[in-house]
């Protein structure tokens, strides 16, 4: 049953089957047009200025000479744009160019329009700006220990942007009744997107006041209301366009400076404004993985089961807020989705340090502490003296269980995909068996597909679609969605195809474009297939109905016994008694009028009641499991990851090779960081990038690539459009630890920090080789006041959701 | 306002002849243009992409006299009278090329800002080498990052395009459209 997840339900004709993408001959000719391929007339170019300094009050900038510069049109400043923006309302501490102070290098403080980017560049080296140093926060002890200068200021104290505490149910009784209690620090380091796509917009001012901007942004929508509220002027005249996204992992979800900027710039010259940003300042924008350093204390019994965890995070925000509240929750909230966790402490800090803001990348603060987790299940089930394969089996998490912290989970084959890989690569014949220098490491994990809330609150439809059916035959898919590789579009017309009986290609699909698309929040979350899928289901199905009742009056035949394949609409009881699609809507518009539906979707509401109970919930759940062979060099410390096994429960593939693509994907982009990808700055306190390039910004290339044997596994999710789960950011999570727990398995070390390069391999091995622990980590966890935990009985506690409001009370004060 | 003089006199524009995708074109460009910004902002051919305009990422691979160069580290000057080949080049007439095909089949372009590169430079490999081993299509693209696909699907788009080159009926293997059983 398992594994030909695509050719589960035959009677489907267009889910599971391996459609092309509806972009991909586009993208493959070199037709597709990203944003920096457009032009207009009149266009100028825009360049920005940004901090050489990383933490300075500006005292003065003297634009003079670069207003002066032939060609230059405009050089905007920060009082040119007072009002304050981020990407979550609880954090709107930036400017689209700095006002009174820099908090990093490569913070944004002038920007020139000029005839062509030469110019422009040239322009930037004419502007004054004088600088008064403020002492720089480097790290986060240094945040911890430094309250003044403040970065900011606003969030807890000092340099500490955010602190949260909850407990579901008790971990001291947990632990009490643990037979042995183990805590593990462990650090992951912060990495960055690295999209080929360098970011680029291009704003246009009409002479009847409408903006419109063009921009590679996985956040259309919420780019829509930041420009609004920065530029003062009405979202209805406002148009955001999202042009194909050249790659985007999390780092296009913020309005970033440079989309604010040109708007402006555009509407101040009344000229189109493009930018496009050097691969430097792409580094600058950042909003990567956070730095996060972690305490996980679990308290198990000699079986394996897990009777309390108290797991602790700190951490490194960079200089603004950003998604940096959400990425807080997310480094504990879902720790307990994996395995049974009866009791579960988080406490978790963000800081301010003067570096290139943090925020969501690829499983949004998720891998960090899936990696504490899954490195420490090895030295549980190694502790227990249990095969850390069988362990996991037996503690996974079963369908529609609901977690100690109220979250809901739907279909869930964790145990499947833990067969299939176990069986797949051998596991029984290698583990503890291979050669010195061979190893096998198995870990796992589960993710959400979409969130219950957007970012702001509100209870409209987190998505929409709209359709038009028209007497050409052709289906006009409208949605608010933005393609950025995933296939997005492409899941818009696989949905519609099937409920309507027509082939995808007879669709056009209209994205990302405010002006014509009904909202959806946003490629973000995974929620994408599984919100605009759902919305689109509905609205096709509504245009069925449409032609259903149109067709069964002419036919003479009960609209129930209609069916829609094929591109014809015929009684199933005589098919051929029928029409084709084309006839049908021919039917439909005279009978009807011209042809139009909508659908949208809104998450079900989650069990939890508590505040902060929305973060962590979603509709359902994938998981996956993973385990990863290497070979690690002795002598020299590297590490080569052979290969990947890696199971992943969609639910029902919509497009199978699509899944593929993203696991395979997913398995790339966690060796990456697992062995080299490093957000590294400079020490002495200058807070300077080091790496701010392709070049010195290490990345797997195809010669570090492992290959990858990609099983797809689970049962349809009936929350899921068509049951088809996500597969985005999920399959990423275990790569890290699978491959650390394979670098145990070789050598007998333990690396517990992010990334597993050559040097500390060889450390560890050498401090072994001593008779010393085989380890290489961090050994200390800071410590700062936190707040009374939030306590919420678990619902084996016989526990409502809601909080114990006595202590939420206290918490406040 | 004081005046400020630009600190170099723009250079004359530079005017060459030379061969795109078949055809005999004339441009002329700023003389400290490299290849890429030719193409793209001189002749309007946008879908060679930049990633770095460094020589890092192989996005901006191009063909010139056949061979794959990455167009930013050219100077436009340096094409004089060079035949240089770009993705809009690549399918014949109405045809798509053989890899541009199994590119779409198997998934292998996902955000499809690096497959420009890919794809020129795959094509390069196939015509020299018929039946390239997937250690030699990983040689070969080694210059080339995506961000997307953890290159597997890449490389099968090579293999099948090549088998197809060869003359052989090759469709995808089951296990790269549905994964292992």
């Given at each position: 049953m398992a594994g030909s997840?695509?050719?589960?339900?035959?009677?489907?004709?267009?889910?599971?089957?391996?459609?092309?993408?509806?972009?991909?001959?586009?993208?493959?000719t070199g037709e597709a047009l990203y944003a920096d391929d457009l032009t207009l007339p009149r266009m100028l170019h825009c360049k920005l200025l940004r901090s050489s300094v990383p933490h300075a009050r500006i005292v003065k900038i003297d634009t003079s000479r670069a207003e002066a510069y032939p060609g230059v049109k405009y050089v905007l400043v920060g009082k040119d744009?007072?009002?304050?923006?981020?990407?979550?309302?609880?954090?709107?501490?930036?400017?689209?160019?700095?006002?009174?102070?820099?908090?990093?290098?490569?913070?944004?403080?002038?920007?020139?329009?000029?005839?062509?980017?030469?110019?422009?560049?040239?322009?930037?080296?004419?502007?004054?700006?004088?600088?008064?140093?403020?002492?720089?926060?480097?790290?986060?002890?240094?945040?911890?220990?430094?309250?003044?200068?403040?970065?900011?200021?606003?969030?807890?104290?000092?340099?500490?942007?955010?602190?949260?505490?909850?407990?579901f149910g008790?971990?001291?009784?947990?632990?009490?009744?643990?037979?042995?209690?183990?805590?593990?620090?462990?650090?992951?380091?912060?990495?960055?997107?690295?999209?080929?796509?360098?970011?680029?917009?291009?704003?246009?001012?009409?002479?009847?006041?409408?903006?419109?901007?063009?921009?590679?942004?996985?956040?259309?929508?919420?780019?829509?209301?930041?420009?609004?509220?920065?530029l003062q002027i009405p979202t209805n005249k406002i148009r955001v366009i999202a042009t194909p996204c050249g790659g985007g992992f999390g780092g296009k979800c913020d309005p970033f400076n440079h989309e604010i900027v040109v708007s402006k710039l555009a509407m101040i010259l009344?000229?189109?404004?493009?930018?496009?940003?050097?691969?430097?300042?792409?580094?600058?924008?950042?909003?990567g993985r956070h730095p996060v350093l972690m305490a996980t204390k679990t308290g198990f019994k000699k079986d394996g089961s897990i009777t309390a965890m108290h797991h602790r995070t700190i951490l490194d925000g960079g200089a603004y807020g950003g998604h940096g509240v959400a990425s807080t929750f997310y480094t504990g909230i879902l720790q307990t989705t994996t395995y049974q966790l009866p009791n579960y402490k988080f406490e978790a800090v963000r800081v301010f340090t003067n570096k290139a803001p943090c925020g969501p990348k690829r499983g949004h603060g998720t891998p960090q502490p899936r990696w504490a987790q899954e490195i420490q299940m090895d030295r549980i089930a190694e502790q227990c003296g249990l095969d850390p394969a069988d362990m996991r089996w037996q503690q996974a998490?079963?369908?529609?269980?609901?977690?100690?912290?109220?979250?809901?989970?739907?279909?869930?084959?964790?145990?499947?995909?833990?067969?299939?890989?176990?069986?797949?690569?051998?596991?029984?014949?290698?583990?503890?068996?291979?050669?010195?220098?061979?190893?096998?490491?198995?870990?796992?994990?589960?993710?959400?597909?979409?969130?219950?809330?957007?970012?702001?609150?509100?209870?409209?439809?987190?998505?929409?679609?709209?359709?038009?059916?028209?007497?050409?035959?052709m289906v006009t898919i409208f949605c608010g969605s933005a393609e950025i590789g995933q296939g997005s579009d492409s899941i818009l017309a696989y949905c519609v195809a099937e409920v309507l009986g027509i082939d995808p290609f007879d669709t056009k699909v209209v994205t990302g474009d405010t002006d014509l698309t009904p909202v959806d929040i946003g490629s973000y979350s995974s929620r994408v297939t599984l919100m605009t899928g759902n919305a689109a289901i509905q609205a096709a199905e509504r245009a069925r109905e449409f032609l259903r009742q149109a067709v069964a009056e002419k036919l003479q035949v009960p609209g129930e016994r209609l069916v829609f394949a094929d591109r014809r609409v015929f009684d199933s009881e005589n098919p051929e008694k029928g029409m084709t699609f084309i006839e049908a809507v021919w039917l439909a518009e005279s009978k009807f009028g011209t042809l139009g539906t909508v659908g949208s979707y809104t998450p079900p509401a989650a069990p939890g009641k508590f505040k902060g109970a929305t973060i962590g919930p979603s509709p359902a759940f994938s998981c996956t499991a993973a385990i990863a062979e290497v070979d690690v060099n002795p002598e020299t410390g590297i590490v080569t990851v052979e290969r990947m096994w890696i199971a992943h429960d969609i639910g029902q593939a919509i497009n199978p090779v699509l899944?593929?693509?993203?696991?395979?994907?997913?398995?790339?982009?966690?060796?990456?960081?697992?062995?080299?990808?490093?957000?590294?700055?400079?020490?002495?306190?200058?807070?300077?990038?080091?790496?701010?390039?392709?070049?010195?910004?290490?990345?797997?290339?195809?010669?570090?690539?492992?290959?990858?044997?990609?099983?797809?596994?689970?049962e349809p999710e009936p929350n899921a459009p068509f049951g088809a789960k996500e597969a985005g950011q999920g399959p990423q999570l275990p790569v890290p630890p699978a491959i650390a727990n394979a670098i145990y398995d070789a050598v007998g070390v333990r690396i517990d920090e992010?990334?597993?390069?050559?040097?500390?391999?060889?450390?560890?091995?050498?401090?072994?080789?001593?008779?010393?622990?085989?380890?290489?980590?961090?050994?200390?966890?800071?410590?700062?006041?936190?707040?009374?935990?939030?306590?919420?009985?678990t619902p084996y506690d016989g526990g409502d959701g809601k909080a114990l409001e006595d202590k939420a009370a206290l918490t406040k004060k | 306002m004081k005046t400020v003089k630009k600190s170099k006199t723009?250079?004359?524009?530079?005017?060459?002849?030379?061969?795109?995708?078949?055809?005999?074109?004339?441009?002329?460009?700023?003389?400290?243009?490299?290849?890429?910004?030719?193409?793209?902002?001189?002749m309007g051919l946008t879908g060679t992409k930049h990633g770095c305009e460094l020589g890092e990422c192989g996005c901006c691979a191009v063909l010139v006299d056949g061979q794959p160069v990455l167009s930013c580290l050219v100077l436009g000057l340096a094409v004089e009278g060079r035949e240089v080949a770009t993705i809009e080049g690549m399918a014949d007439g109405t045809s798509l090329h053989p890899l541009q095909q199994t590119f779409a089949e198997l998934g292998a372009a996902q955000c499809g800002y690096c497959t420009p590169g890919f794809l020129l430079t795959a094509k390069v490999l196939i015509e020299k080498d018929a039946k390239p081993t997937r250690e030699e299509i990983k040689e070969a693209l080694a210059g080339n990052i995506c961000r997307c696909t953890g290159y597997i699907k890449i490389y099968e788009a090579v293999e099948l395009a090549a088998a197809r080159m060869r003359g052989e009926q090759a469709e995808p293997a089951e296990e790269s459209i549905y994964g292992r059983q």
């Open positions: 997840n695509g050719s589960k339900r035959k009677s489907l004709k267009v889910i599971g089957k391996p459609f092309h993408k509806v972009d991909v001959k586009a993208k493959c744009l007072p009002t304050s923006f981020g990407a979550l309302p609880v954090s709107e501490d930036e400017h689209a160019l700095c006002i009174e102070k820099v908090r990093f290098v490569g913070d944004p403080v002038a920007a020139v329009a000029a005839i062509d980017e030469d110019t422009a560049t040239e322009a930037l080296d004419l502007i004054d700006v004088e600088y008064e140093p403020l002492p720089t926060i480097t790290s986060m002890q240094e945040a911890y220990d430094v309250s003044d200068p403040r970065i900011h200021e606003y969030g807890e104290d000092g340099n500490i942007h955010r602190k949260q505490v909850y407990e008790s971990v001291e009784a947990g632990f009490a009744a643990a037979d042995y209690v183990r805590e593990d620090i462990t650090f992951y380091e912060g990495s960055t997107h690295l999209a080929l796509e360098q970011h680029a917009s291009l704003a246009h001012y009409s002479h009847d006041n409408k903006l419109t901007l063009w921009s590679s942004t996985q956040d259309m929508h919420y780019l829509h209301r930041h420009l609004a509220q920065v009344r000229r189109p404004v493009k930018i496009c940003l050097t691969r430097e300042e792409v580094f600058y924008c950042h909003r998490v079963l369908p529609g269980h609901v977690t100690a912290n109220w979250i809901k989970i739907g279909t869930f084959a964790l145990r499947e995909a833990i067969e299939k890989v176990v069986e797949g690569s051998g596991w029984k014949k290698k583990f503890r068996k291979l050669p010195y220098g061979k190893g096998i490491g198995i870990a796992c994990s589960a993710y959400m597909c979409g969130t219950q809330t957007p970012i702001y609150w509100n209870k409209m439809p987190q998505s929409g679609v709209q359709l038009k059916l028209d007497r050409s035959g899944v593929i693509g993203q696991v395979e994907g997913d398995v790339y982009m966690g060796l990456g960081e697992a062995l080299m990808e490093d957000m590294a700055y400079r020490g002495n306190r200058n807070v300077v990038m080091k790496n701010p390039s392709f070049l010195e910004y290490k990345s797997p290339t195809t010669m570090e690539m492992c290959d990858v044997v990609t099983y797809l596994v689970g992010i990334p597993i390069t050559p040097d500390k391999v060889l450390k560890a091995i050498k401090l072994k080789a001593k008779g010393l622990e085989g380890r290489v980590g961090p050994t200390v966890f800071p410590t700062c006041p936190m707040p009374e935990a939030v306590i919420v009985p | 723009k250079l004359e524009k530079a005017h060459i002849s030379l061969r795109v995708n078949g055809e005999s074109v004339e441009v002329a460009f700023a003389p400290h243009k490299t290849l890429l910004e030719v193409l793209r902002e001189d």
